[in-house]
Every structure is written in structure tokens, then in C-alpha cells.
């Protein structure tokens, strides 16, 4: 087990989450979330969001015998307020620790709606919040910034009102994404867990673990044995196609097994309704389905672009969400197929059989 308080980060360079969602750039979600804590069992919730609101990421928390723990805050401190509010509801107990699944924005950003609360995540998910999303939210300001001032520019030579309607509205746009920023403080975890953790208050027990990468390279999940219900991120996302920009998938699936071998037969995703082991069993399904797709064009020769072309969604994936990101999907599974091809080749090229010496 590794249970450390960290102050230092590794320099490691890491890939930049571009963009989460296509709802969730900036400038295009609603402000406001109705979405109501679902009880999945005695003092234990879940907060099931639309994806098109300003939570993006779906949470959830456990009220122990003294304290509560809340597993991932959201996107936005808005957000986080409102999951504050809503464990109000249901319990004064303190909020004493926050577990993030990983570092992307839509489970961290609400960090800041509880402060006295200790907040862990695994070694590669601090290092993330410290080295890619602080540095992303100074970029994406003073790109904002930059985009304002040159809508302001192209208005003082605009003629036509429609135009300057939309440029007006794209400032006002900008202004409140910039206004909204402001209130943001990134909180990153303090606390790290790289292989198993158990928290324990009175007759509540719960596991903090790392199953494996997928999603990324430092997602963590959270078992409730007694109640056999397991929070799992990103690892799993529930009727839609998943975001891989920082993915490997490969890993994944294996990943994913580990979660089916968990003592528990509810699973709450980071993006969808509460599943069962049959919905994780149907998420491997669509990896595996992919690489079949995808692995006789790479053993073929087919160029990424040939095979980003051919390779559509099957018909029994339409109704998913996130439509947009399968294109990504086939581009991943192509690359990690190929890397893996690749490295099976000696570095000088095939080998040809030695020739049988004459007389022999």
C-alpha cells in the first residue's frame, strides 16, 4: 500500500485534456442542475447529471458514523455548491474527505466547495492537477482574453447588424466564462493512494483502490462492500462512447475485467445511470468490438486515415451518447494496435531463415 503525503510532483510533461465534452468548452453549458441525489442505499448517494449542465461529472457520497466522504465534486465550484447543499440535506456531518477519480476538470472543480476536507487521489492524478490543468486554465483565460479583444476590434469595422449581434453575444459569452473562472481555485489532492486504502468509521468501511489504468493513467474507484456498490469514474461510462484523449485502451479492457472480478453489484459511472455488471460487461463488449474492427485493417496495412473512414459505429451503439467521440476511439484502438505490431518486429527488420549449408 502507498499512503503518502505529497509535496513535490514529478516533471513529467503531460498530454493537455483539450476538451472534455463538447458541452462543456466553454461558453455553451447551462448554469443550472435539478438533479437530486439518488439513494442507492442507506446513507450512501449518488448524483446522476446531464452532461449539458454545469455538473457535467457525475458524484456521490457516504455518510460514515462521524463524517461524510464525497467521491468527485464536478466541474464547476457551482456545481460543487450544489453537492455541498445537497449532503446538507441529508446530513450535518462534516465532509472530511473527497476523493478524486482522476484529474480531469469535470471531477475536480468543485473541489473548492470543501475546504476542510482532506483530498485524495492517486499520485498520477495530483501530479495531472498540478502540471496540466493549472497551467490549461491560465492558457484558456488569456486565450479568452485574446478572443475578446479581437471580437471588440472587428466590431469598430462590422457594418452588418446580424454580424454584430453575434459578435455582441460571443463577447457577453466570453465575459461570463471569464467572470465564471474568476470564483475557481484548483484544489488539488493532497493525499495520495496507489494501491488500496480503507477508510473506516464505526460499521461503515470504504475501499479506496487503484484496479488498474484505463481512462487515464491514475484513476482510482471506490467499493462500499457491504452494500456491494462501487463508485468507478471514468472507468466507465454507461450508454455512451467514451472520451479517450488521455487513454490507453488496451489497458482499459483489462482494467475493466479487474471491475468485474469487484464484490459488488452496482456500479456508478462518471457519465450515465447507475449500472449493473451486465452494463460494465456491455462497455468491454464495445472495446472489444472496436479492436475487431479495427485490428484486421492495421494487419492489412490500412493508413489511419483509410481506417479513421471505414470504420463506422455499429448499429447497436446509436442510441449512445457522445456520438462525436467515436471517430477518436477507432484513431486510439488504430494507434496502440499498431504501436503493439510494431514492437513484436525486430528493430532491424524480419529475419530470414538461415540457409541449409550444402551437403546437409
Not at 465534486?73 to 474527505?97: M, N, Q
Not at 462512447?241 to 490507453?248: C, E, L
Amino acid at each position: 500500500m502507498k499512503f503518502s503525503l505529497r509535496k513535490a510532483c514529478h516533471p513529467k510533461t503531460l498530454v493537455l485534456l483539450a476538451s472534455l465534452f463538447a458541452c462543456t468548452a466553454p461558453f455553451c453549458f447551462s448554469s443550472k442542475e435539478n438533479e437530486e441525489p439518488e439513494k442507492l442505499a442507506d446513507c450512501l448517494y449518488a448524483r446522476i447529471v446531464s452532461p449539458d449542465g454545469n455538473a457535467v461529472g457525475n458524484s456521490g457520497f457516504v455518510i460514515l458514523d462521524r463524517s461524510v466522504l464525497v467521491f468527485d465534486t464536478h466541474f464547476t465550484p457551482e456545481a460543487g455548491r450544489t453537492l455541498a447543499a445537497a449532503i446538507r440535506s441529508v446530513t450535518d456531518k462534516p465532509v472530511r474527505y473527497v476523493v478524486n477519480s482522476h484529474s480531469h476538470p469535470d471531477h475536480t472543480h468543485g473541489n473548492q466547495a470543501f475546504p476542510d476536507a482532506q483530498i485524495l487521489s492517486s499520485t498520477i492524478g495530483r501530479r495531472e492537477v498540478l502540471q496540466v490543468d493549472v497551467p490549461s486554465l491560465n492558457r484558456t483565460v488569456k486565450a479568452t482574453q485574446s478572443q475578446i479583444e479581437k471580437l471588440q476590434r472587428d466590431m469598430k469595422t462590422e457594418t452588418d447588424a446580424a454580424q454584430l449581434q453575434r459578435m455582441s453575444e460571443q463577447i457577453r459569452q466570453r465575459e461570463a466564462y471569464l467572470e465564471s473562472t474568476s470564483r475557481l481555485k484548483i484544489m488539488p489532492p493532497v493525499v495520495t493512494v496507489d494501491d488500496r486504502l480503507t477508510i473506516r468509521e464505526g460499521k461503515r468501511e470504504v475501499v479506496i483502490l487503484s484496479i488498474g489504468s484505463g481512462h487515464t493513467d491514475g484513476d482510482i474507484v471506490v467499493l462500499l462492500p457491504s452494500m456491494r456498490i462501487a463508485f468507478v469514474g471514468d472507468l466507465f461510462f454507461n450508454n455512451a462512447i467514451p472520451n479517450v484523449q488521455d487513454a490507453t485502451l488496451l489497458p482499459w479492457m483489462k482494467t475493466l475485467e479487474e471491475m468485474l472480478r469487484l464484490d459488488a453489484d452496482k456500479f456508478v459511472p462518471g457519465h450515465g445511470p447507475v449500472g449493473t455488471k451486465q452494463d460494465v460487461e456491455r462497455f468491454l463488449n464495445y472495446f472489444e468490438e472496436l479492436k475487431s474492427l479495427v485490428q484486421p485493417a492495421v494487419e492489412r496495412g490500412d493508413s489511419l486515415e483509410e481506417v479513421t473512414r471505414d470504420v463506422q459505429l455499429p448499429a447497436k451503439y446509436a442510441s449512445y451518447r457522445f456520438q462525436s467521440f467515436f471517430a477518436s476511439n477507432v484513431q486510439k484502438m488504430y494507434a496502440e494496435i499498431k504501436a503493439l505490431q510494431l514492437s513484436l518486429i525486430p528493430a532491424e527488420g524480419p529475419q530470414k531463415p538461415d540457409r541449409p549449408k550444402a551437403g546437409k
